[in-house]
């Protein structure tokens, strides 16, 4: 049986990972900052799409810790964008990676895509 191909990124055609695991996201509405639970559906190496309530604000930059389950520490993303919101997802860019951040995921995705 043919493997089926992972679906493509919209912000640029990277091919997107599906996996469930837990990503912690913090933002700031007003003087107040929230931090929340979520789960990653999909990453790629230019962003992902989280389950989790976000307030209707698409551009809010916020912060990711991701847990990628490597054995290292959850990859903290600073500066995320949010790009799309729905009734229990959201989508996010990651435009201001380090380089030692996007190896690290560029190397979990492709590990992920097999």
Excluded at 50 to 60: A, D, K, N, S, Y
Aim: proline share 6%.
């Amino acid at each position: 049986m043919k493997k089926k191909p992972a679906p493509r990124d919209r912000r640029g055609g990277r091919e997107r990972a599906p996996m469930y695991s837990h990503a912690t996201y913090t933002y700031k509405v007003g003087r107040f900052i929230y931090s929340t639970d979520g789960l990653i559906r999909d990453l790629s190496e230019t962003g992902c799409s989280i389950l989790g309530t976000m307030p209707e604000v698409v551009g809010r930059q916020i912060r990711l810790m991701l847990s990628l389950h490597e054995g290292q520490q959850p990859l903290c993303v600073n500066g995320a964008i949010v790009s799309w919101v729905a009734a229990d997802c959201f989508g996010v860019n990651f435009p201001k990676l380090k380089p030692n951040e996007y190896n690290r995921l560029r190397q979990h995705v492709r590990k992920m895509l097999g």
